[in-house]
């Protein structure tokens, strides 16, 4: 290697003589303007992640919400059913007397009908 510099094709002076601090200046402010708009990206992302747990999150909260809401709708009507069948019982415990009574005086009403 020509002035034994390490650096292939020439030495560290004649690199350093051909690099003018103006470009230096234009690709410093060149790989700042890069820089920041890489942070940028980084932003972005970042944001969206957050975003998207969040909505996760809120999905999970709200499949929470639904199958609560889904056991109480459920307890209730059962609750409705015990209550119904109870008043159901009850009111077949009660209809043989009044229906029966009904029967005899329907029964009666027509007899007379016919008798006369």
């Not at 709708?73 to 109870?86: I, L, S, V």
């Amino acid at each position: 290697m020509p002035g034994g510099s390490g650096i292939p094709g020439g030495d560290v002076a004649g690199l350093m003589k051909s690099i003018d601090p103006v470009e230096i200046d234009r690709r410093i402010n060149d790989m700042r303007a890069v820089e920041s708009w890489m942070r940028l990206s980084l932003s972005t992302i970042e944001m969206s992640i957050k975003t998207m747990e969040m909505q996760r999150d809120a999905y999970a909260s709200f499949s929470k919400i639904r199958e609560s809401a889904e056991q109480t709708t459920q307890a209730a009507q059962a609750a409705m059913n015990h209550t119904m069948g109870a008043a159901v019982k009850a009111a077949k415990r009660a209809a043989p007397s009044t229906t029966t009574g009904q029967k005899k005086r329907a029964s009666q009403s027509s007899a007379k009908a016919r008798a006369r």
